[in-house]
């Protein structure tokens, strides 16, 4: 009889051990949506988020307003299926949070009961930092989000820098409040790179940056946006790390271009009538 092996899988890691990163080696981040998107990034991921991006990216939705609870548990589902590594966390779409403390913890702990989420992630600062307190509070590990918060496109007036000159109080604020709230690490989006790194400086949380320079904790982007395979626009803080996005447009082009010549399929991907009997295979030399 096989004897199964005893050894348990290491587990996944775990907000804390995000959290206990601070000031180390920066912590590597990305999005993902689906299962063989979360299997390619998941060995050299620290941390998935599974984003509200998701509905501009794959939705082709306008913005991430339109994003619903299920939308993000169905893409949590299928990325928790492919992750064995790094520690997932779940984007709170808006609308699942924002009216009180209790309303979040129920849509808070759906996503995590029904993804296998470690934690979620919230945008807001000062104001949410209550209920990041009250989810804390009842085992719900929390990414806070500041900065460029895209949920608040309409009340920021655009997908602006914050945090410039005037604004920076507000920002540090806000950031000061989320770390103080309880939260495990906190993204900073969108700000000026020395407010980065006086925030990185005196929190005592890890910061996560996209588009707030490299003095961050660790860095975060949306795998299609570093893939090329989002090109509905190319924020400056995007580095492409391939373009397979015009790879995949040669590939479906070379396809239609051999269908219509009859080029393919070609007799190796084709079924013959007859199955080979063993008298006819040639023996081997
Ligand atoms: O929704 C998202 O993808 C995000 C980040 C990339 C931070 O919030």
Known sequence: MRVKDPSPQTPPISPREIAARKGGTPIVCLTAYTTPQAQMIDPVCDLVLVGDSVGMVLHGMPSTLGVTLDMMILHGRAVARGITHACLIVDM???SYEASPE????NASRLMAETGAAGVKLEGGVTMAPTIRFLVDRAIPVMAHVGLTPQSVHALGGYKVQGREGDRDRVLADARAVAQAGAFSVVLEKIPAGLANELTQILPIPTIGIGASV?????????????GQFEGFRPKFVKRYAELGALGRDAVATYADEVRAKVFPGLEHAFGDVQPTAAKVAPKP
């Not at 309303?103 to 129920?106: E, G, H, K, L, V």
Request: glycine share 10%; charged share 20%.
């Open 93 to 95: 779409p808006f609308g």
């Open 103 to 106: 309303i979040a913890f129920a």
């Open 215 to 227: 003095d961050c904790d660790g860095q975060i982007l949306v795998t299609e946006d570093i893939l």
